[in-house]
């Protein structure tokens, strides 16, 4: 297992964990999708391609 691909798929998560709990810390996770979320979104969706595309398919990096 490639060792720095299973640190940014962490990575990519934590942030994903991060921003969802302040938005629900906040009171505004649910009702509009927020602006924050999106973004994280957006941004992990272009990284997963691009792993993707240079590794193939991520395994489980539990």
């Not at 940014?8 to 979320?37: H, P, V, W």
Request: no cysteine; glycine share 6%; hydrophobic share 40%.
């Amino acid at each position: 297992m490639n060792p720095e691909l299973v640190e940014r798929l962490r990575e990519l998560a934590e942030r994903d964990r991060k921003t969802r709990a302040s938005l629900l810390a906040e009171g505004r996770l649910y009702g509009d999708y927020a602006d924050e979320m999106q973004q994280v979104h957006r941004d992990n969706a272009v990284a997963l391609a691009d792993i993707v595309d240079a590794y193939g398919w991520p395994g489980d990096v539990s």
